[in-house]
C-alpha cells in the first residue's frame, strides 16, 4: 500500500466533530471527484475506503443511500441529475466562488481539506521527497482551497497542468501540518521524524559526542516534542503555558536536534537534563489532553 493510499484509509475513520463537518467534507470531495462526461455526472476513486467514507457522508447530508459500481478497482457512484443539479449543488456549494457557508467553525476547515485529499490529494513518502498535491481540476476550487489551508496556516500554491489546476505543498513542516489538520498524526509523525533523521545524520560527523546509536531514539522522542508544541500552539496558544514551559517550548522549536543538554544550557536561569525532560514531558501531557 503506497503512503497516500495508507494517510486515505487512516483519515476516512475520523469522526467529524460536527454535522457542518460533514458537509465541508462531502463538498470538497465531490468538487475532487466528480466527472462530466457526455451528459452524464458520475464521483470516481480508485480507493475503496474513500468510496465508503463518501457513501457514509451523502447517507449523513442527504438521509439517503448512494450505492456505487466497482469495476476493476474503480468505484464510481452515479447521482440522479436532477438531484445532483438541484438539492447537492446548492447543498454543497459545488458551483460559484462562495465557500464562507461550508466551514462556519473551525473544525469544518480540517474536515474540508480532508476531504480535498479523499478526493484528489497525494503525497509523496518522506523519504524520497517533500511534496503534497490536490488534484483540483478547476481553478475556481483550487483558488478556494488555498484560502482554507491559509485559515489553517498552510502555504498552498497553484500550478497548471495537463488542463488542470494542481494546489501543492512544498516543505516537510507544512506538509506535516497539513496531514496534522487532516487528523493524521501519525503520518505526521513520519515526516518529522524522517528530517530529523537527515539532519542528524548529516551532522553526525561534525558533533563528536553524537551516538550513531541513538539517532533514531533522539529523532523520535525530539518529534514528539516538537508535534505537541505545534498541538498547543495552534489550540489553545503559547499565551496559556506557564513561563517556564513557554521557555523551553521555544527553545526546542529554535533548536530541534539539541540535546537535554545543550537546552538546559539555554534557559535563563540555566538547568540540568532532568530539569529540561520534566518540562518537557508537563508540554506533552498537555497537548495528550487536547
Request: aromatic share 10%; glycine share 8%; proline share 3%.
Given at each position: 500500500?503506497?503512503?497516500?493510499?495508507?494517510?486515505?484509509?487512516?483519515?476516512?475513520?475520523?469522526?467529524n466533530?460536527?454535522?457542518?463537518?460533514?458537509?465541508?467534507?462531502?463538498?470538497?470531495?465531490?468538487?475532487l471527484?466528480?466527472n462530466?462526461?457526455?451528459?452524464?455526472?458520475?464521483?470516481?476513486?480508485?480507493?475503496?475506503?474513500?468510496?465508503?467514507?463518501?457513501?457514509?457522508?451523502?447517507?449523513?447530508?442527504?438521509?439517503?443511500?448512494l450505492?456505487?459500481?466497482?469495476?476493476?478497482?474503480?468505484?464510481r457512484?452515479?447521482?440522479?441529475?436532477?438531484?445532483?443539479?438541484s438539492?447537492?449543488?446548492d447543498?454543497?456549494?459545488?458551483?460559484?466562488?462562495?465557500?464562507?457557508?461550508?466551514?462556519?467553525?473551525?473544525?469544518?476547515?480540517?474536515?474540508?481539506?480532508?476531504?480535498?485529499?479523499?478526493?484528489?490529494g497525494?503525497?509523496s513518502?518522506?523519504g524520497?521527497?517533500?511534496?503534497?498535491?490536490?488534484?483540483?481540476?478547476?481553478?475556481?476550487?483550487?483558488?478556494?482551497?488555498?484560502?482554507?489551508?491559509e485559515?489553517?496556516?498552510i502555504n498552498?500554491?497553484?500550478?497548471?497542468?495537463?488542463?488542470?489546476?494542481?494546489?501543492?505543498?512544498?516543505?516537510?513542516?507544512?506538509?506535516?501540518?497539513?496531514?496534522?489538520?487532516?487528523?493524521?498524526?501519525?503520518?505526521?509523525?513520519?515526516?518529522?521524524?524522517?528530517?530529523?533523521?537527515?539532519?542528524?545524520?548529516?551532522?553526525?560527523?561534525?558533533?563528536?559526542?553524537?551516538?550513531?546509536?541513538?539517532?533514531?531514539?533522539?529523532?523520535?522522542?525530539?518529534?514528539?516534542?516538537?508535534?505537541?508544541?505545534?498541538?498547543?500552539?495552534?489550540?489553545?496558544?503559547?499565551?496559556?503555558?506557564?513561563?517556564?514551559?513557554?521557555?523551553?517550548?521555544?527553545?526546542?522549536?529554535?533548536?530541534?536536534?539539541?540535546?537535554?543538554?545543550?537546552?538546559?544550557?539555554?534557559?535563563?536561569?540555566?538547568?540540568?537534563?532532568s530539569?529540561?525532560n520534566?518540562?518537557?514531558?508537563?508540554?506533552?501531557?498537555?497537548?495528550?489532553?487536547?
Amino acid at each position: 500500500m503506497s503512503f497516500t493510499q495508507n494517510i486515505k484509509e487512516n483519515i476516512s475513520k475520523i469522526r467529524n466533530q460536527c454535522d457542518f463537518c460533514d458537509i465541508a467534507e462531502l463538498s470538497a470531495l465531490v468538487k475532487l471527484c466528480t466527472n462530466y462526461q457526455g451528459g452524464e455526472i458520475f464521483m470516481v476513486t480508485e480507493n475503496e475506503a474513500v468510496a465508503e467514507r463518501l457513501q457514509l457522508l451523502f447517507g449523513s447530508v442527504f438521509s439517503k443511500k448512494l450505492d456505487y459500481t466497482n469495476k476493476n478497482g474503480s468505484y464510481r457512484f452515479y447521482p440522479e441529475f436532477d438531484f445532483f443539479v438541484s438539492i447537492m449543488a446548492d447543498r454543497l456549494m459545488l458551483f460559484g466562488e462562495n465557500y464562507g457557508g461550508l466551514i462556519p467553525n473551525e473544525c469544518c476547515k480540517a474536515a474540508y481539506i480532508r476531504g480535498a485529499f479523499l478526493g484528489g490529494g497525494s503525497v509523496s513518502d518522506p523519504g524520497a521527497r517533500y511534496h503534497m498535491e490536490f488534484d483540483a481540476r478547476y481553478e475556481v476550487y483550487a483558488n478556494q482551497l488555498c484560502k482554507i489551508l491559509e485559515k489553517c496556516g498552510i502555504n498552498g500554491k497553484i500550478t497548471y497542468r495537463k488542463g488542470r489546476f494542481i494546489v501543492y505543498v512544498k516543505g516537510y513542516e507544512q506538509i506535516a501540518d497539513a496531514l496534522g489538520v487532516m487528523g493524521d498524526i501519525s503520518a505526521a509523525m513520519e515526516f518529522y521524524n524522517a528530517t530529523i533523521e537527515k539532519n542528524i545524520r548529516n551532522n553526525a560527523n561534525r558533533r563528536a559526542n553524537c551516538e550513531v546509536a541513538n539517532i533514531d531514539k533522539i529523532a523520535k522522542t525530539a518529534a514528539q516534542q516538537e508535534v505537541a508544541i505545534r498541538k498547543i500552539q495552534k489550540t489553545i496558544g503559547f499565551s496559556n503555558l506557564p513561563k517556564p514551559l513557554k521557555e523551553i517550548a521555544r527553545l526546542r522549536m529554535e533548536n530541534p536536534f539539541d540535546s537535554l543538554k545543550e537546552l538546559g544550557e539555554k534557559t535563563n536561569p540555566p538547568i540540568g537534563k532532568s530539569g529540561v525532560n520534566h518540562r518537557l514531558k508537563r508540554i506533552e501531557e498537555i497537548a495528550d489532553k487536547l
